[in-house]
């Protein structure tokens, strides 16, 4: 069955920087977009980046743009985000999903927090 | 950019008929995905494309879109159907996947 696990989260100061992963298992990663999404704790979804299947193609948010990138390795089925430059209020659980006629498949996501 | 607007909240009684508005500027020209999240778990798709079921997901789910606002229909609702509801597109003029802000389902 369909698979996606995100690890790399933790306790980062502000200024600080992670890297995010998504291992994915049960599909064929390299014919799927993939996407990030984070929720802030008692908000809503936000959505923060898309790859496309062959990683030519991405969007970032404008909230992460600059800030964050995201990245994919096919050899490996896995998803990476790379968050620079850490605020306070990037806190949040961040979870990646699977492209397949709205976001058909998630993980479980990761806790970020972002603190002094 | 790209708005959607979702009602904060809903409470129904079992049995009665839950519809979730998400609004947007002529949103019946995109597609609209519809997911429940329960606490503490991950979101889980319920409507895509508008109208269409993931399999797993029941009958009593439905969608529509057309004019400036998309709904999501849950009939003969459930104890079980407690959750969070968000809407969402793609909107092509900016590039961004955008989410309504998610309406609470409260059931009586």
């Known amino acids: 069955q369909v698979q996606l696990v995100e690890s790399g989260g933790g306790l980062v100061k502000p200024g600080g920087s992670l890297r995010l992963s998504c291992a994915t298992s049960g599909f064929t990663f390299s014919d799927y977009y993939m996407t990030w999404i984070r929720q802030a704790p008692g908000k809503g979804l936000e959505w923060l980046a898309y790859?496309?299947?062959?990683?030519?193609?991405?969007y970032y948010a404008d909230s992460v743009k600059g800030r964050f990138t995201i990245s994919r390795d096919d050899s490996k089925n896995s998803m990476y985000l790379q968050m620079n430059s850490l605020r306070v209020e990037d806190t949040a659980v961040y979870y990646c999903a699977r492209d397949g006629g709205g976001f058909t498949h998630w993980g479980h996501g990761t806790l970020v927090t972002v603190s002094s | 950019s790209y708005v959607l607007a979702q009602p904060p909240s809903v409470s129904l009684a079992p049995g009665t008929t839950a519809r979730f508005t998400c609004g947007g500027d002529n949103i019946g020209t995109k597609s609209v995905h519809w997911y429940q999240q329960k606490p503490g778990q991950a979101p889980v798709l319920v409507i895509y494309?508008?109208?269409d079921r993931p399999s797993g997901i029941p009958e009593r789910f439905s969608g529509s879109n057309s004019g400036n606002t998309a709904t999501l229909t849950i009939s003969r609702v459930e104890a079980g159907d407690e959750a969070d509801y968000y809407c969402q597109v793609w909107d092509s003029s900016s590039e961004h996947v955008v989410f309504g802000g998610g309406t609470k389902l409260t059931v009586l």
């Open positions: 790859i496309s299947n062959s990683g030519n193609t991405i």
């Open positions: 494309y508008d109208t």
